[in-house]
């Protein structure tokens, strides 16, 4: 008869099988856990994140006393706009109120200022006859009209830099060259922005804790400078008249960029066509188009260019429709 195992034998016997055991067990639950860390990574989890916040740029382009039809007695000491659109006074009045209804949901303000010296080649004092007369305001000059001696710098050392711009800015088939009558003249009055935009800027700057980013354009003299990214013929020499790609990435952070300002025809126009050429997203930019209008006589421009915009993919919105 086989002798019972020793007490010995019997506790290295349940050791065994209690390794075993404890083996087995460990890789039944590896593979659960390395399952479920697949099964994880596959599936995430269902719960939607928290968007982030949108942005929203307001861009005004300049909304300058010389720019808007006011009344006389929004005119101190009896000074009065140089180049009044039709329609501008009200136009930054709907805008001011824009400002105070949806600010607390306005991010960023930049405005744009248009400013001149006197002596600037769309001036009059650049320019004169050829019998020497005085050259009105709103009088185009060619290049061709340069050469058969119609118009000539006053300045005679000017003429080959003259001409050598008329012939780039023709060119380029956007503008001829106008001679306006002097406006935003640095320092003075109607350099200065409307009243009711500055206010209702000032109280969403002391609103928001922020300050308004304003951006300078138009001088130097030898070019014309509607838009606010760059200049009609820009000057190598000159980064000012170059593309403004400082402006043009600040830009191209907001969500929602309302444009609104003076005029139409001219500097909202050839900002905003600067804008759609070089920023990815057409669709973020809204045309508040009841505050803006045209240069008078030009008012088919303005027609064109929201027609156009629209075709890009803009949206248009008047002041009462636009809620941020």
């Not at 982030?52 to 010389?66: A, E, K, Y």
């Amino acid at each position: 008869m086989q002798a019972p195992p020793s007490w010995g034998f019997l506790r290295e016997v349940s050791l065994a099988g209690t390794r075993v055991l404890a083996s087995s067990l460990w890789r039944t639950a590896l593979a659960h856990y390395t399952w479920t860390l697949v099964s994880v990574s596959l599936h995430p989890p269902t719960h939607s994140a928290k968007p982030m916040p949108s942005t929203t740029q307001l861009l005004v382009i300049d909304p300058q006393n010389d720019f808007c039809d006011l009344p006389e007695d929004w005119c101190p000491g009896g000074q009065r706009p140089s180049l009044p659109v039709t329609g501008a006074h009200a136009d930054m009045q709907r805008l001011a109120g824009w400002i105070r209804r949806e600010g607390a949901r306005i991010d960023e303000i930049m405005v744009t200022l248009d400013s001149h010296q006197r002596y600037d080649i769309a001036h009059p004092a650049f320019w004169q006859q050829g019998d020497g007369s005085e050259v009105v305001p709103f009088t185009p000059i060619t290049a061709a009209q340069v050469r058969a001696g119609v118009f000539r710098p006053r300045n005679a050392e000017a003429l080959q830099r003259s001409l050598d711009y008329l012939d780039a800015l023709e060119a380029n088939s956007r503008y001829t060259l106008m001679v306006w009558p002097v406006h935003c003249e640095v320092g003075s009055w109607g350099h200065g922005i409307h009243a009711d935009v500055l206010a209702a800027c000032g109280d969403w700057q002391q609103q928001r804790q922020r300050a308004v980013y304003n951006v300078f354009k138009g001088l130097n003299p030898w070019t014309e400078h509607y838009s606010a990214l760059l200049a009609e013929v820009p000057d190598p020499a000159d980064p000012a008249t170059l593309l403004n790609t400082a402006l043009l990435e600040r830009l191209g952070q907001a969500d929602i960029l309302v444009v609104a300002g003076e005029a139409s025809s001219h500097c909202v126009r050839s900002t905003v066509e600067h804008l759609v050429e070089h920023l990815p997203h057409p669709e973020r930019i809204v045309l508040m188009h009841d505050a803006m209008s045209p240069v008078p006589g030009f008012e088919s421009a303005h027609h064109d260019f929201l027609a156009a915009m629209q075709a890009r993919g803009l949206r248009l919105a008047s002041s009462q429709e636009l809620h941020l």
